[in-house]
């Protein structure tokens, strides 16, 4: 039997008991070539409040956050019901996510390096669920879901597209 190697650790992590409310578009067109900012759904107003009371009682003793530096975020919804995980969009849960974790564990959107979002219907989890990750990287860490699904295979893809001069 080989030894498995350590996983990407993790410096916090939370739960929500819940399906993760959908961040649509922040702004729409008002027909005359300007753009209206969309006022947020009220059950979207309240989760990103009751979720950003709770991680705040829970950082107030973690130096650790906000990171100064870049950051992976992991989120991954499971679903109790075929048709809600059908009709919910990662992208959608990911942005309600992302509008909570910013000033709580990093400052600006451009320190998340890596994103990883996945939606599920798993029978050990019966429940509406989402687990959140999130872990401080250093200058030139990568995680290790990106070393598995194919960082070194981008970057060969890369060098033989621009070898043939498709790039």
């Known amino acids: 039997m080989s030894k498995k190697q350590p996983l990407t ?3 916090f992590d939370f739960g929500v ?3 993760i409310p959908a961040t649509q578009e922040a702004h729409h067109s008002d027909g005359f070539d300007e753009q209206v900012r ?5 059950g979207l107003a309240v989760f990103k409040r009751i979720l ?4 705040d009682s829970q950082l107030t003793q973690n130096e650790q956050f906000p990171s100064d530096g870049e950051v992976f975020v992991f989120i991954i919804q499971y679903f109790a019901s ?3 995980y059908s009709r919910r969009d990662v992208d959608n849960m990911a942005k309600t996510i992302l509008d909570v974790l910013k000033n709580r564990f990093y400052m600006d959107d451009s320190q998340v390096k890596t994103l990883l979002v996945g939606k599920k219907l798993e029978k050990r989890v019966p429940q509406n669920f989402a687990y959140v990750a999130i872990k401080r990287l250093s200058a030139s860490q990568d995680v290790d879901a990106l070393k598995i699904s194919g960082l070194e295979r981008s970057v060969s893809m890369f060098q033989e597209l621009k070898s043939k001069k498709v790039l």
Do not use: P
């Not at 950003?52 to 991680?55: A, D, R």
């Open 9 to 11: 650790t993790i410096d």
């Open 17 to 19: 008991g819940e399906v």
């Open 38 to 42: 969309k006022t947020e759904k009220e």
């Open 52 to 55: 950003g009371s709770t991680l």
């Open 82 to 84: 075929d048709k809600e």
